[in-house]
């Protein structure tokens, strides 16, 4: 009952909810990758969103920036993450800070690769860096 009145409560009053009612919805610039908006602004959340990346096997991301830092911390898995000019083998446990506007891409060695990611509830651009 207390579980169910906390789900209910206005977002001025916070926002409790299960990770599991938020669908997870595909990455198009990412292969087998998928995102969950698990807190952003239609929760109230002012200045910060939550997400959740969930990458399969062979999948990632290929080099993009964006305009927005990310801070992630890795739930399980484990990937290869290049930020900048700098290549990291990352698991369960690591945490990344990717600052605005650096390149930054992902690719799974052990599936599945999942992460939280939080990023400031600011305009956003994503863009992929073609190889030459």
Request: hydrophobic share 35%; glycine share 10%; proline share 9%.
């Given at each position: ?6 789900e209910?409560?206005k977002?001025?009053?916070g926002?409790?909810?299960r ?7 595909d990455v ?20 910060f969103?939550m997400r959740?990346f969930?990458m ?9 920036t ?7 911390y890795?739930?399980?898995g484990?990937?290869e993450v290049g ?17 605005a ?14 992460f ?5 509830n ?8 073609k190889?030459?």
């Open positions: 009952m207390a579980s169910e009145q906390a209910e409560q977002p001025a009053e926002v409790v909810k990770s599991e009612a938020v669908g997870l919805k198009a610039a990412g292969s087998a990758t998928q995102m969950q908006v698990l807190i952003g602004p239609e929760d109230g959340a002012p200045h969103a959740r969930v399969g096997k062979d999948g990632g991301m290929p080099s993009h964006n305009k927005v830092e990310h801070e992630q890795v739930l399980r484990r990937a930020i900048g000019c700098k290549v990291h083998d990352v698991r369960s446990g690591d945490v990344l800070y990717i600052p506007g650096t390149p930054h891409y992902y690719q799974v060695i052990e599936a599945p690769f999942e939280l990611c939080l990023v400031p600011a305009p956003d651009q994503v863009e992929i860096i190889p030459d």
